[in-house]
């Protein structure tokens, strides 16, 4: 059974310019999360869908960060602009019914 | 607001000696999840161990095994015969439900040959 995939591994831009994060699941999982892990830490939610509705946005910056995930499957998590404090890395997980959370590689973000 | 505190920043074992990492967590709720998860430097998580709450018996997973407290909301994790691939930063998540994982701040685990 494949895992979590996501793309890229690794991104490098500059304060104020935009970037996207892909995330495939596992095939029939339902619930999909984006989470940020800064050095140091342990991961934080950012958004859990459910399908292709969203359960909790509550700690997404919501002036600089979106996500979608269309048709139930793919999932694209945006930074619009970037700055500094978002260098980290986003990890993508899905979840099957018995609600334990399998993760991807996630996707090193440096802001310079 | 539901927390999880891991108090060994780093931790340290003989390849093939016994090594315990701590958890502490806090919440009122009576039914829940408990989760250690590993990340190697690749940075993927990988899952080592699950608890449900309303279990009183502690999981295992071959060389990995956890001590359940339920009323101390301790929930620790014993490596036995560890190995060198078992190095890893380990982090305790706490999780209700279908919702988000709230992680701990992890150990960094150190096999010495």
């Known amino acids: 059974e494949a895992g979590v995939a996501q793309s890229p591994r690794y991104k490098i831009i500059e304060k104020r310019q935009s970037v996207a994060f892909w995330c495939n699941p596992i095939s029939g999982h339902a619930t999909l999360y984006w989470y940020q892990q800064i050095l140091g830490q342990g991961p934080k939610l950012l958004i859990q869908?459910?399908?292709?509705?969203?359960?909790?946005d509550s700690q997404l910056p919501k002036d600089r960060f979106s996500a979608e995930r269309l048709k139930g499957v793919d999932s694209t998590l945006k930074i619009q602009p970037a700055k500094l404090e978002d260098s980290a890395v986003y990890l993508c997980a899905s979840s099957d019914i018995t609600d334990t959370q399998y993760f991807g590689p996630g996707t090193r973000l440096t802001v310079l | 607001a539901q927390t999880v505190t891991q108090s060994q920043p780093e931790m340290s074992v003989q390849e093939a000696e016994t090594v315990t990492l701590s958890c502490t967590y806090d919440?009122?709720?009576?039914?829940?999840?408990l989760f250690w998860y590993k990340q190697p430097p690749s940075r993927q998580m990988i899952l080592v161990i699950r608890?449900?709450?309303?279990?009183?018996q502690n999981a295992t997973e071959n060389r990995f095994s956890v001590n359940f407290q339920k009323a101390a909301k301790s929930f620790s994790l014993k490596i036995s015969d560890s190995q060198l691939g078992d190095a890893a930063m380990y982090f305790c998540?706490?999780?209700?439900?279908?919702?988000?994982?709230?992680f701990g701040q992890g150990t960094r685990l150190t096999i010495n040959p």
């Open positions: 608890q449900e709450a309303y279990k009183q």
């Open positions: 919440t009122s709720e009576s039914d829940y999840y």
């Open positions: 998540a706490y999780m209700q439900g279908a919702q988000k994982l709230v």
């Open positions: 869908f459910q399908n292709n509705g969203v359960v909790d």
